[in-house]
């Protein structure tokens, strides 16, 4: 009973002990958020390199913002979503499974599949390093262009035959250029790895015979079998197999046989249960792993109930931006007029005043699809047309014909000779759509902020300003 008790002791002091070295730097919604985790966000968004570095004091604020967001996701309901399960079990899983296997796994695997290459070769004739002389023929070559190759590699064999140094006769006349400055060599051959033409040469040759001329899709080939072996030891391809295995994938396939066997052998677990434990085990072990799949976990909730609530919303919302546009105009200035409107090219003089009259009362928004349907159908083209806000030097057109700028260079456009312009000149904005991207933007923070303080008046934040001070200091 004794022992006991003294274990239960040393169990509450040991919890007592991690919550002093970890301890609770703010609460979000009721929810405790460790020192650890603060430090490791810090940390990671603020290392050396990073231009707009905050303090931890700024980074408070950030880091707050962050979780109340996420809390908004949890309530909406967002990680329920398949889609975004399987999304987070993706990431997590990636990295979790190498934890299944360790460096005697991969090293049975490497011992296999070098036995397997082992027998093949040994039982198939075993390897031969071999050199060769190339004449290439190509797929068009004509009848007469063949016989002049054939003709060449039978002198050529001839000279070899009359003693011709073999790997000089390489040099000089073989069309493989890459193995010709060699001498000819091809290393160490197995079958199945050359064209069968070729194969059967080789391996009806002695060591040191020389072939006559054997013709492959390739060409003319003379062939010289120079050594034979039966396959390399272990050791000698043990690194090339494992660089086979990282390169192919079978890492994973090693993986997957794992979690089968361990699955079989569990009575009864899944394999996604095997990777639950596993992620528990590991993440009890290691705050950065922990972290990191947190990171997976509210990432994507963070982007989601971001982009529902800002960012789609602040897109979508016409008439909340052309609201905010006319409350914030003068933020809109421009240094110098724009020219609203088109420069476009015809081919026949009545069109250039037909183009004017196509689109004279519409919405600016609405003039390219009312010019495309009624000048430009599929198979005829009657108008060329570039249509925006320019300003001066954005178009050699508008400069010369709006702006009037003497040197402004324009180039005939082919086959429209006629240069016309329709549109107004303007000093500034006349709406948000003239400058779309930039009232977004604005109305997009307009937003944030008042989705943060909304956040911020539903969930109760907690912060410890003693334990904030001792971040990166304990």
């Given at each position: 009973?004794k022992?006991?008790?003294?274990?239960?002791?040393?169990a509450?002091?040991?919890?007592?002990?991690?919550?002093?070295?970890?301890?609770?730097?703010?609460?979000?919604?009721?929810?405790?958020?460790?020192?650890s985790?603060f430090?490791?966000?810090?940390?990671?968004?603020?290392?050396?390199?990073?231009?707009?570095?905050?303090?931890?004091?700024?980074?408070?604020?950030l880091?707050?913002?962050?979780?109340?967001?996420?809390?908004?996701?949890?309530?909406?309901?967002?990680?329920?979503?398949?889609?975004?399960?399987?999304?987070?079990?993706?990431?997590?899983?990636?990295?979790?499974?190498p934890?299944?296997?360790?460096?005697?796994?991969?090293?049975?695997?490497?011992?296999?599949?070098?036995?397997?290459?082992?027998?093949?070769?040994?039982?198939?004739?075993?390897?031969?390093?071999?050199?060769?002389?190339?004449?290439?023929?190509?797929?068009?070559?004509?009848?007469?262009?063949?016989?002049?190759?054939?003709?060449?590699?039978?002198?050529?064999?001839?000279?070899?035959?009359?003693?011709?140094d073999?790997?000089?006769?390489?040099k000089?006349?073989?069309?493989?250029?890459?193995?010709?400055?060699n001498?000819?060599?091809?290393?160490?051959?197995?079958?199945?790895?050359?064209?069968?033409?070729?194969?059967?040469?080789?391996?009806?040759l002695?060591?040191?015979?020389?072939?006559?001329?054997?013709?492959?899709?390739?060409?003319?080939?003379?062939?010289?079998?120079?050594?034979?072996?039966?396959?390399?030891?272990?050791?000698?391809?043990?690194t090339?197999?494992?660089?086979?295995?990282?390169?192919?994938?079978?890492?994973?396939?090693?993986?997957?046989?794992?979690?089968e066997?361990?699955?079989?052998?569990?009575?009864?677990?899944?394999?996604?249960q095997?990777l639950?434990?596993?992620?528990?085990?590991?993440?009890?072990?290691?705050?950065e792993?922990?972290?990191?799949?947190?990171?997976y976990?509210?990432?994507?909730?963070?982007?989601?109930?971001s982009s529902?609530?800002?960012?789609?919303k602040?897109?979508?919302?016409?008439?909340?931006l052309?609201?905010?546009f006319?409350?914030?105009?003068?933020?809109?200035?421009?240094?110098?007029?724009?020219f609203?409107?088109?420069?476009?090219?015809?081919?026949?003089?009545?069109?250039?005043k037909?183009?004017?009259?196509s689109?004279?009362?519409?919405?600016?928004?609405?003039?390219?699809?009312?010019?495309?349907?009624?000048?430009?159908?599929d198979?005829?083209?009657?108008?060329?047309?570039?249509?925006?806000?320019?300003?001066?030097?954005?178009?050699?057109?508008?400069?010369?014909?709006?702006?009037?700028?003497k040197?402004?260079?324009?180039?005939?456009?082919?086959?429209?000779?006629?240069?016309?312009?329709?549109?107004?000149t303007?000093?500034a904005?006349?709406?948000?759509?003239?400058?779309?991207?930039?009232?977004?933007?604005?109305?997009?923070?307009q937003?944030?902020?008042?989705?943060?303080?909304?956040?911020?008046?539903?969930?109760?934040?907690?912060?410890?300003?003693?334990?904030?001070?001792?971040?990166n200091?304990?």
């Amino acid at each position: 009973m004794k022992h006991i008790i003294l274990l239960a002791v040393a169990a509450i002091c040991s919890v007592a002990t991690w919550a002093q070295n970890d301890p609770v730097i703010m609460k979000v919604n009721g929810k405790p958020i460790t020192r650890s985790e603060f430090e490791y966000s810090y940390n990671k968004n603020n290392s050396e390199g990073v231009i707009d570095k905050k303090s931890i004091r700024d980074y408070v604020e950030l880091f707050v913002n962050y979780k109340l967001k996420v809390e908004a996701a949890y309530e909406a309901g967002l990680d329920t979503m398949q889609t975004f399960r399987d999304e987070f079990l993706s990431y997590r899983n990636q990295q979790i499974r190498p934890s299944f296997i360790n460096d005697d796994d991969i090293e049975a695997e490497a011992k296999r599949i070098y036995e397997e290459t082992r027998e093949r070769v040994d039982n198939n004739g075993g390897m031969v390093r071999a050199a060769h002389i190339l004449l290439q023929t190509n797929q068009r070559a004509t009848e007469t262009e063949i016989a002049a190759k054939r003709a060449k590699a039978d002198s050529i064999y001839n000279e070899l035959a009359k003693g011709a140094d073999f790997a000089e006769m390489a040099k000089q006349f073989s069309d493989d250029k890459r193995t010709g400055q060699n001498g000819g060599e091809l290393g160490w051959i197995q079958k199945g790895v050359t064209v069968k033409e070729f194969e059967d040469a080789l391996y009806s040759l002695k060591v040191g015979d020389i072939s006559k001329p054997v013709e492959s899709p390739f060409g003319f080939h003379i062939i010289k079998a120079e050594e034979t072996r039966m396959f390399f030891p272990y050791d000698t391809v043990r690194t090339d197999i494992l660089r086979f295995i990282d390169q192919r994938g079978i890492r994973e396939r090693i993986i997957d046989n794992k979690l089968e066997t361990l699955a079989k052998e569990s009575n009864g677990k899944t394999i996604e249960q095997l990777l639950d434990e596993r992620t528990e085990k590991l993440e009890a072990e290691d705050n950065e792993l922990k972290y990191l799949n947190k990171e997976y976990l509210e990432g994507p909730l963070l982007f989601e109930i971001s982009s529902r609530t800002v960012w789609d919303k602040a897109q979508k919302d016409t008439e909340g931006l052309a609201t905010y546009f006319k409350k914030h105009k003068k933020n809109y200035k421009w240094d110098q007029p724009r020219f609203k409107g088109m420069v476009y090219h015809v081919r026949n003089a009545d069109d250039v005043k037909a183009v004017k009259n196509s689109v004279k009362g519409l919405a600016f928004d609405k003039w390219a699809e009312q010019l495309r349907n009624t000048f430009n159908s599929d198979s005829i083209h009657r108008i060329k047309v570039e249509k925006g806000l320019f300003k001066k030097g954005d178009n050699p057109y508008i400069d010369k014909m709006v702006f009037k700028v003497k040197n402004a260079e324009v180039k005939p456009t082919k086959d429209y000779p006629i240069d016309a312009h329709y549109g107004k000149t303007i000093k500034a904005p006349e709406d948000y759509t003239d400058v779309r991207a930039l009232v977004v933007a604005d109305y997009q923070e307009q937003l944030e902020k008042a989705w943060i303080e909304e956040l911020r008046a539903k969930y109760p934040v907690e912060i410890y300003d003693n334990i904030v001070e001792t971040v990166n200091n304990h």
